[in-house]
């Protein structure tokens, strides 16, 4: 069941969140079914995620718009949203070749290859890039990840702003439907998962 949190602090995030952020990350998305495909391997795969999800959470510190929430008893982070805003030119992760081949090792070619098509699909028109939604596994289905969308998309609403995303299975996909997106496309990994892209257009 999902329920709305009444009193839940969201916060924008600091570069001091860094290493909570990417565990956090990590946790969430580690055995989900992109990270399954580009690493097949479980043992490895558990190894090196934090190490590739912490370049896009660096990234998003230095050039996005980071949100968490933490746990009313133990303060802990239980969610986090990263957000690029796509309406001006962003760099890439500095270094980003080195980095990702380091942190995918055996996975590298699929790191590459998940990045092409995620580019090749990405939406020209200036809008906010959601690359990250992570809730903690066990805090998940208590209404986080819906509290971190609607506070952005209430920013986007009241500044006329489109938002994009690629869900990665039928559950967060049916989540963000609810959250007012429309699927655009879908990626089919070549032997892998579907990936749907997913556009928001702004409410009045
Ligand atoms: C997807 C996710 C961010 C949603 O946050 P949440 O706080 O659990 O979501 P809410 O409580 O606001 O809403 C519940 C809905 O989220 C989705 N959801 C919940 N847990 C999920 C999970 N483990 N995997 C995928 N979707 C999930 C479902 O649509 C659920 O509704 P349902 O129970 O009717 O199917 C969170 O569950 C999560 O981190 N999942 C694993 C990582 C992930 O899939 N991230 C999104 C990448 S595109």
Not at 63 to 90: C, K, N, Q
Request: charge should be negative.
């Amino acid at each position: 069941m999902t329920y709305a949190i009444q009193e839940l602090v969201i916060r924008h995030v600091s570069p001091f969140d860094t290493e909570e952020i990417t565990n956090l990350v990590a946790d969430a998305m580690w055995d989900g079914p992109v990270a399954r495909w580009m690493q097949p391997d479980m043992l490895v795969r558990r190894n090196n995620t934090s190490r590739y999800f912490e370049i896009f959470v660096e990234h998003a510190l230095r050039h996005g718009e980071v949100y968490s929430t933490a746990d009313a008893d133990d303060g802990r982070m239980s969610g986090v949203a990263l957000w690029f805003p796509l309406t001006a030119m962003i760099p890439p992760p500095v270094d980003y070749e080195r980095r990702l081949k380091e942190a995918s090792d055996t996975a590298f070619d699929r790191a590459q290859q998940l990045d092409a098509v995620l580019d090749e699909n990405h939406p020209l028109e200036p809008h906010h890039y959601l690359a990250f939604l992570a809730v903690r596994p066990g805090e998940q289905n208590r209404g986080i990840g819906s509290a971190l969308l609607d506070r952005h998309h209430a920013r986007l609403d009241r500044a006329g702003l489109p938002a994009y995303l690629e869900a990665n299975d039928p559950r967060n996909r049916d989540l963000y439907l609810r959250h007012g997106y429309q699927v655009r496309s879908v990626i089919e990994l070549p032997d892998g998962p579907p990936l749907w892209c997913m556009w928001r257009a702004p409410m009045a």
